[in-house]
């Protein structure tokens, strides 16, 4: 996820400050993991920098200093460029599940069992999900955020099941090698 870009959309309905932006990120990207203030204010100075936000003004009201900023023009347009751009899927993916099964089949360790604790912990989390889904009022950020979890949770585990499968062919072919 590209945080200049998210934080553009964010800008995109208005000038904010950093720590509004990072409040509305935390809230709009629900499962992702949480913006740091020094990695939102770090990307605000880089956009101002590169034109593509500008700083609308700057106010303390008795607080803390805080530093407003727009989307400019040419960061509307950067936006509207990044969102319509294709993301390329993956040639391959190598995650950890994988190279964890694989490394257990090279060294004889039991690859059968760490797929299935793997599995049960998938499991765990979807349950976690569906039951954040369905929560009364949970927000269409949270709805669509925990969809798209449970859907890469899914192929993981169907992932498992053909890998579980085919164990016992792997492990002979590195027996053979």
Known sequence: MSTRHVLLGLLASGPSHGYDLKRRHDERFPQARPLAYGQVYTT????VRDGLAAVEGTESEGGPER??????????????RWAAEVAPPAPFVANEIFAKVVVAI????????????????HMARMRE???????????L???LSADYAVNHLDA??????TTADRLTHLTAEVDRA
Request: glycine share 8%; aromatic share 6%; hydrophobic share 45%.
């Open 141 to 143: 950020a949270t709805v």
């Open 156 to 161: 993981d585990l169907r992932w498992m099941s």
């Open 106 to 121: 090279l060294t004889g360790g039991d690859p059968a069992a760490y797929l299935r604790a793997q599995r049960a912990a």
């Open 67 to 80: 530093t407003t900023y727009r989307a400019t023009a040419d960061g509307e347009a950067e936006l509207a």
């Open 129 to 139: 999900l569906t039951a954040v889904k369905t929560a009364t009022g949970a927000d």
């Open 44 to 47: 605000l100075q880089r956009l």
